[in-house]
T-cell receptor, first 111, second 112 residues
Framework: QKEVEQDPGPLSVPEGAIVSLNCTYS??????FMWYRQYSRKGPELLMY????GNKEDGRFTAQVDKSSKYISLFIRDSQPSDSATYLC???????????FGSGTQLTVLP | SQTIHQWPATLVQPVGSPLSLECTVE??????LYWYRQAAGRGLQLLFY??????ISSEVPQNLSASRPQDRQFILSSKKLLLSDSGFYLC???????????FGSGTRLTVV
């Protein structure tokens, strides 16, 4: 079993839709949770990070962590074509050397 | 904030040829540096990390090697490439103030 499971998609939605991206994990030592966005042929860029269970909002993006269920989500409201990218969930127990990456979900927002 | 430069952006090399990918960092001193490989449909795999000049740790046995001749320079090398070395190679360092990483723009390597 992989430590982090992420639906690879691809996911295709119309512009303006609400997008839900999800990851599950098995390692209860994970404490920090991040979402990265990766455009085609580019390096990943940090989108959001959270530490505790609950929600964190940043503009159209909301990151949700449920440690009891070992489940994290990223919600994108009013999705735009510019949101088309691969989204990676990333987790760590605290050591920067020990980041664990999901395989990424490819999202396409259609105009 | 720090910036990571990687080159080349794209590389096509024959099997058995040598490899040298370079990564340089700006905006920070004595950073931890990492080499990752991203295969299609798979998560990032940590290959090497370095905590300082000439201090390299390998996470995965392979025919690749890494060197750090200067504080802000990290090099990924191979003496003889294999087909399985194809992938997207990313250099990274920890971000400032949080647990995020800053990644370079990557090198797409195709071994033919």
């Amino acid at each position: 079993q992989k430590e982090v499971e992420q639906d690879p998609g691809p996911l295709s939605v119309p512009e303006g839709a609400i997008v839900s991206l999800n990851c599950t994990y098995s390692n209860s030592a994970f404490q920090y949770f991040m979402w990265y966005r990766q455009y085609s042929r580019k390096g990943p860029e940090l989108l959001m990070y959270t530490y505790s269970s609950g929600n964190k909002e940043d503009g159209r993006f909301t990151a949700q962590v449920d440690k009891s269920s070992k489940y994290i989500s990223l919600f994108i409201r009013d999705s735009q074509p510019s949101d088309s990218a691969t989204y990676l969930c990333v987790m760590t127990g605290g050591s920067a050397r020990q980041l664990t990456f999901g395989s990424g979900t490819q999202l396409t927002v259609l105009p | 904030s720090q910036t990571i430069h990687q080159w080349p952006a794209t590389l096509v090399q024959p099997v058995g040829s040598p490899l040298s990918l370079e990564c340089t960092v700006e905006g920070t001193s004595n950073p931890n540096l990492y080499w990752y490989r991203q295969a299609a449909g798979r998560g990032l795999q940590l290959l090497f990390y370095s905590i300082g000049i000439d201090q390299i740790s390998s996470e995965v046995p392979q025919n690749l090697s890494a060197s750090r001749p200067q504080d802000r320079q990290f090099i990924l090398s191979s003496k003889k490439l294999l087909l399985s070395d194809s992938g997207f190679y990313l250099c990274a360092c920890p971000g400032q103030g949080d647990y995020g990483y800053t990644f370079g723009s990557g090198t797409r390597l195709t071994v033919v």
